[in-house]
């Protein structure tokens, strides 16, 4: 969509051309441009729903009065819905973005027209003034983004059947401390994105704040990881060794099998198979 490759910019005493080849810079020009149009359609999406959050809100306020502001839980609601979005679903559609430029062939450069007087040391002489400084914002052809291999979810670690009542988990805020890294948060993710980590809805963290395995986090985000997965990394070559492992921070525990069946069938959404399929 975005065919230009230079913006002259005239003035009275100088000229100067910018040259947009950075694939950043051009890709947040088309998302400027499509950000209202993004905006209206998720305010339509929240439209469609709010009827529902409306009586729920109501309800909640005619049951329990006090100082329940309506207002305010459905604001809560609907910043836990766009948390909510499924996090591998949007991860997946990058990843075939990103295959779908590389079968895109470039543009080939058109010829020189002085290309019969390319080894001639006299530049070919232009009218008029000579232009002005071109700033580039070209980056170094080193510096080009290297396309990662799909992540595999998929193998004995991803069947949902391993998930039972006595099966342990952690919090991962408390595993991503535990190995290390605990600095820069949520690193864990991008780190080891192989992982099965659950999403805790807010019945889930109503259930784990009760009974004091984590505070009250409102609207934030909460993971569950497996201890099992975080133990097999500790004692891998990439961490064994490492001065900052602190495994008394995991602090793992059960859950209630209501809640297992949820991790199972959201590990069963999340496996590699159903990311072909779409």
């Not at 040391?121 to 290297?146: C, F, L, S, T």
């Not at 006595?166 to 080891?192: D, E, Q």
């Not at 409102?218 to 099992?228: D, V």
């Not at 209630?256 to 959404?269: I, R, S, T, Y």
């Amino acid at each position: 969509m975005i065919k230009h490759r230079q913006v002259h910019r005239r003035g009275r005493r100088s000229q100067m051309t910018v040259s947009y080849t950075d694939p950043v810079i051009s890709m947040d020009l088309l998302r400027t441009v499509l950000q209202p149009s993004f905006n209206e359609d998720i305010r339509a999406v929240f439209r469609k729903y709010m009827k529902f959050f409306e009586k729920a809100a109501s309800n909640v306020k005619e049951n329990v009065g006090g100082d329940v502001q309506p207002d305010q839980l459905i604001r809560d609601a609907c910043r836990s819905c766009l948390e909510h979005v499924n996090h591998d679903l949007f991860l997946s559609c990058c990843f075939y973005f990103f295959f779908f430029l590389l079968l895109v062939p470039q543009r080939a450069r058109q010829p020189d027209d002085s290309s019969g007087q390319r080894n001639s040391p006299i530049p070919k002489k232009r009218k008029g003034r000579p232009p002005g400084a071109v700033v580039q914002y070209d980056r170094p052809a080193q510096a080009k983004p290297k396309v990662s291999e799909p992540v595999r979810r998929e193998g004995p670690k991803w069947d949902p059947s391993r998930l039972t009542e006595n099966s342990t988990f952690v919090l991962g805020s408390r595993a991503n401390k535990a190995l290390g890294m605990g600095g820069t948060r949520g690193r864990i993710y991008i780190k080891h994105a192989e992982l099965f980590k659950y999403a805790a809805d807010a019945q889930d963290k109503h259930w784990l704040s009760e009974r004091q395995h984590m505070r009250a986090t409102g609207g934030k985000m909460a993971y569950l990881l497996i201890e099992e997965d975080i133990l097999g990394l500790a004692r891998s070559e990439d961490y064994k060794d490492c001065p900052d492992l602190k495994l008394d921070e995991l602090k793992p525990f059960l859950v209630p099998l209501w809640m297992v069946e949820k991790m199972q069938k959201a590990m069963d959404a999340q496996k590699t198979e159903n990311d072909l399929v779409m």
